[in-house]
């Protein structure tokens, strides 16, 4: 089953990056008048991370302030750095870099990367992910709008998803005045190898809080109700992005309800060791559901943001 997903997500990944070479060859030669290459310097806010409708069991909001670089061509690429406001500590750095193009008229499509360092204390659930690769599709119907996106997620084991949305925009003002309104609805599926690399960094670490006498805990996580390689539905998400949009600069807010499905049952079994050398080491098997898996609910977070072009 892993080997299809794979192979699948490989080939539409191929495809599309054959379509965005062919793209890039077409308009080399022409002008765009209205946009023009620039950077961007942004900060956002977001009162929780929530990575396909998983959390961790304490708030964890962010403070991120990110530099791009937009080429008219399409290309570009960003640095970015979370600043975790409750654990006062920066935990995370990353990289993105992309190509947005157009296949035909009201079709277009992207490809993307990204890397991600994340500080060895970090409890964001995607903390076990260190790069991906995607792409997307998008056709616009006029009265509404249907994405579609592939990517490859590289942690301790290699992850595939896939994402549908739909979506319209409703546009108000000016063009270097304009507030626009998307009401959006996306759906989020992927495999679980993500989840099994996250329970192991943070059964060790709550070991250790809750036992100082603990030197180290090394943990092996199994997810036991399904299959880690399996494409499971994640999550459903509602969200409503408010934007106004200037010339030169512009704000963001985007309120979002994540619906979680299929709960993620897990067991870990973890050797601990002791800081007195002449305690020996022990090997415990513990059922590490966390209580927000047995009983999926909803969550509720918002992102805001402000940038500026240059």
Known sequence: MVTRIKTLLL????????????????????????TKSHFKA????????????????????????SISYCSKSG?????SVAYATKDKRVDYFSLDAGYDF?????FTASVYGNKTFYNDSSNNVSSDIGASLGTGLAYDFGFVQLHGG????????????????LDHSFYFGEKDKQWTITPTALLNMSTLNFYEGYTNKTVGKKAI???????????????????????TLMDYE????????????????????????NPIYTSTTSVIKFRNPSTPAQTVTTDSTPDSEKKLANTFYAEVGVYLNF
């Open 11 to 34: 080939f539409v990944l191929c495809c599309t990056m054959a379509l965005a070479t062919s793209a890039q060859e077409k308009t080399t030669d022409t002008t765009d008048t209205e």
């Open 42 to 65: 942004e900060l956002n806010y977001v009162n929780n991370s929530v990575y396909l409708g998983r959390k961790d069991s304490m708030l964890l909001p962010y403070i991120t302030p």
């Open 75 to 79: 290309f570009y690429a960003s640095a």
């Open 102 to 106: 157009t296949i035909k008229k009201n």
């Open 150 to 165: 592939a990517d490859i997620s590289f942690a301790h084991k290699t992850d595939f998803g896939v994402n549908f949305s």
């Open 209 to 231: 809080r809750k036992n100082p006498l603990i030197l180290s805990v090394n943990s092996t996580t199994l997810i036991t109700n399904t299959q880690t390689s399996k494409l």
């Open 238 to 261: 509602l969200s409503l992005p408010v934007s106004y949009d200037a010339k030169k600069w512009g704000v963001y807010f985007t309120p979002t309800l994540s619906i979680p499905r």
